[in-house]
């Protein structure tokens, strides 16, 4: 079945940088896009990045742009979060999402805490 796993999210300092990893299995991993979201209490979970299947097209939400970087690596079937620059709104729970031909699947999520 499928699986994603989050990892990477911690307590980091305004300015400061963190990778996420979401490890995924259960489906070819190599034919689907993927997606970051993430969300805060009492907000609807909010969609931050997105990667196609082959990696040639990413797609970021105005808020991060030119600090957060989706990629992947289809031989680890792993995808990734870079941020830089990280500002406390960015504190949240983020999550890895993908759309499969069996239904829409979400990891556990892990905590990003931006606060000096």
């Known amino acids: 079945q499928v699986s994603l796993v989050e990892s990477g999210g911690g307590l980091v300092q305004p300015g400061g940088s963190l990778r996420l990893s979401c490890a995924a299995s259960?489906?070819?991993?190599?034919?689907?896009?993927m997606k970051w979201y993430r969300q805060t209490p009492g907000k609807e979970r909010e969609l931050v990045a997105t990667i196609s299947a082959t990696g040639g097209s990413t797609n970021h939400a105005r808020s991060v742009k030119g600090r957060f970087t989706i990629s992947r690596d289809n031989a680890k079937n792993t995808v990734y979060l870079q941020m830089t620059s990280l500002k406390p709104d960015d504190t949240a729970v983020y999550y890895c999402n993908v759309v499969h031909f069996s239904g829409t699947y979400w990891g556990q999520g892990t905590q990003v805490t931006v606060s000096s």
């Open positions: 259960g489906f070819t991993f190599s034919s689907y896009a």
